[in-house]
């Protein structure tokens, strides 16, 4: 088994956005590899697909040789053993994010007791920031300069245009 200290950052990224950004190179500080970990099954139907999710998020990351995305589905504590990662990161961002990551938090334990869940906090700026916000602001014309990257409302542009109206997926 390595040495090296690698870090599963877990969710759904439907699309990435400066909050997770900032949770990425806060695990950067911590852990020798940080590997973004796309759940393919939990949404019934992403405004991005699975691979499009993972493209965007190595798009932002192609300057870190430490970072990379990857799909899985089922238990994330299975997929934590096929890539020999131990700790698995959150972002907390309020309160009322705290019940639900409890809970996880817990479960995981129970299903694989090597696994740590670390919580980390984002920049107070990005604190109530959500994938879901960041659709809504944007199909409703919105300015969300500053928190998701350029390439992300690129492709949010692209997903509205080809609905051809002003509701998304
Ligand atoms: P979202 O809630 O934005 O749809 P995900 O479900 O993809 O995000 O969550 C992936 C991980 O990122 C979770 O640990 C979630 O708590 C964390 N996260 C989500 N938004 C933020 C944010 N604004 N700042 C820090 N962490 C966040």
Redesign the pocket.
């Known amino acids: 088994m390595s040495d090296s200290r690698i870090a599963v ?6 699309p ?5 950004l ?2 990425v190179q806060r695990c950067r500080k911590v852990f020798d590899q940080t590997i973004v970990a796309v ?1 393919s099954n ?1 949404e019934k139907e992403p405004t991005f697909s699975i691979d499009e999710r993972v493209e965007m998020i190595d798009q932002e990351l192609e300057e870190c040789d430490d970072c990379e995305a990857q799909s899985f589905s089922g238990l994330l504590v299975d997929f934590m053993e096929t890539v020999n990662a131990r700790a698995l ?5 309020a309160v009322s ?1 705290f019940e639900y ?1 409890f809970q996880m938090a817990l479960m995981n334990r129970r299903l694989n007791p090597e696994v740590e869940t670390v919580f ?3 920049r107070e700026d ?9 659709k809504e602001v944007f199909f409703l014309g919105g300015d969300l300069d500053g928190l998701v990257p350029s390439r992300v409302l690129d492709r949010l542009a692209r997903v509205r245009d080809l609905s051809g109206d002003s509701e998304p997926r």
Not at 126 to 134: C, E, G, M, T
Request: aromatic share 12%; no cysteine; charged share 20%.
């Open positions: 950052y877990a969710g759904s990224f439907d990435i956005h400066n909050g997770h900032d949770i759940l939990l990161v959150r972002g907390l961002r994010d990551e980390m906090m984002p990005y604190i109530y920031l959500s994938s879901r916000l960041v």
